[in-house]
């Protein structure tokens, strides 16, 4: 019988000044040494992950971090079409953050919603600078029972490191929420660090980012959980190309 890998997107403006891009080689090794979850594993630019069909065929998106990105349409586009599609996705830092924006905008209905990081100016941040820099900080996560975050994790306490200085504006948090958003863990302040949509077989942000626990030899049970569901979504389980797990505001 012919194996054929599930593929998986990265999208991301690769750089070996971003530590996550720089693992994630051995990361994807690692998870087919020891978990036997082989990917096919593609770097899509931002510029080019919104161009039509650009996602074509995937069976995961990850949105990795190194923000500000050079198109954030494009990161945009690679969150909309993972979230529509059923495809699983995984967006950790900035990938986060935008999973976040794409939300506001498409299915809230804030057409003017914005990253501070890309508009300082604009009205509606919903990623709004954090009160302290989470750049080289590291801290506990706690999830909430009975979520996509825990099932990912096995455990509902986690120690994580971070990359960032922008996160979820709390004035958005209920407005998120009533479409669907689910806010499935936070930090001992109660901040926002993990993010889910129940309806999707597999959707998941974290601010953390994940690919940096450990030494890199051992992937981190997220992106381990990742792995899983693009074989499923292969293997035509748990999720259809042709069903939308949330739909847009008109």
């Given at each position: 019988?012919?194996?054929?890998?599930?593929?998986?997107?990265?999208?991301?403006?690769?750089?070996?000044?971003?530590?996550?891009?720089?693992?994630?080689?051995?990361?994807l090794?690692?998870?087919?040494?020891?978990?036997?979850?082989?990917?096919?594993?593609?770097?899509?630019?931002?510029?080019?992950?919104?161009?039509?069909?650009?996602?074509?065929?995937?069976?995961?998106?990850?949105?990795?971090?190194?923000?500000?990105?050079?198109?954030?349409?494009?990161?945009?586009?690679?969150?909309?079409?993972?979230?529509?599609?059923?495809?699983?996705?995984?967006?950790?830092?900035?990938?986060?953050?935008?999973?976040?924006?794409?939300?506001?905008?498409?299915?809230?209905?804030?057409?003017?919603?914005?990253?501070?990081?890309?508009?300082?100016?604009?009205?509606?941040q919903?990623i709004?600078?954090?009160?302290?820099?989470?750049?080289?900080?590291?801290?506990?996560?706690?999830?909430?029972?009975?979520?996509?975050?825990e099932?990912?994790?096995?455990?509902?306490?986690?120690?994580?490191?971070?990359h960032?200085?922008?996160?979820?504006?709390?004035?958005?948090?209920?407005?998120?929420?009533?479409?669907?958003?689910?806010?499935?863990?936070?930090?001992?302040?109660?901040?926002?660090?993990?993010?889910?949509?129940?309806?999707?077989?597999?959707?998941?942000?974290?601010?953390?980012?994940?690919?940096?626990?450990?030494?890199?030899?051992?992937?981190?049970?997220?992106?381990?959980?990742?792995?899983?569901?693009?074989?499923?979504?292969?293997?035509?389980?748990?999720?259809?190309?042709?069903?939308?797990?949330?739909?847009?505001t008109?």
């Amino acid at each position: 019988m012919t194996y054929f890998a599930p593929r998986i997107a990265l999208v991301g403006d690769r750089s070996p000044a971003v530590r996550s891009h720089a693992r994630v080689p051995g990361l994807l090794d690692a998870l087919a040494e020891h978990d036997q979850l082989v990917l096919d594993a593609y770097w899509i630019p931002t510029e080019d992950a919104g161009a039509p069909g650009a996602l074509d065929g995937f069976n995961a998106v990850w949105l990795l971090p190194g923000s500000p990105y050079r198109s954030e349409a494009g990161a945009l586009a690679a969150v909309r079409t993972a979230r529509e599609r059923g495809i699983p996705f995984l967006g950790t830092c900035g990938g986060f953050q935008h999973a976040v924006l794409e939300f506001a905008r498409t299915v809230c209905g804030i057409g003017d919603a914005v990253h501070a990081e890309e508009a300082p100016e604009g009205r509606r941040q919903v990623i709004a600078p954090l009160s302290c820099s989470l750049v080289g900080h590291e801290g506990a996560v706690t999830v909430t029972p009975g979520t996509l975050a825990e099932r990912a994790l096995g455990a509902t306490r986690t120690q994580e490191r971070y990359h960032c200085s922008y996160g979820l504006n709390a004035e958005y948090l209920d407005r998120l929420r009533a479409h669907g958003l689910r806010f499935s863990g936070a930090d001992d302040s109660g901040d926002v660090r993990v993010l889910e949509l129940p309806e999707h077989p597999f959707f998941l942000g974290t601010l953390f980012q994940p690919e940096l626990s450990g030494d890199g030899s051992r992937p981190h049970p997220m992106i381990r959980a990742l792995a899983a569901a693009a074989v499923a979504h292969a293997a035509g389980v748990g999720g259809s190309h042709s069903s939308p797990a949330v739909t847009a505001t008109p």
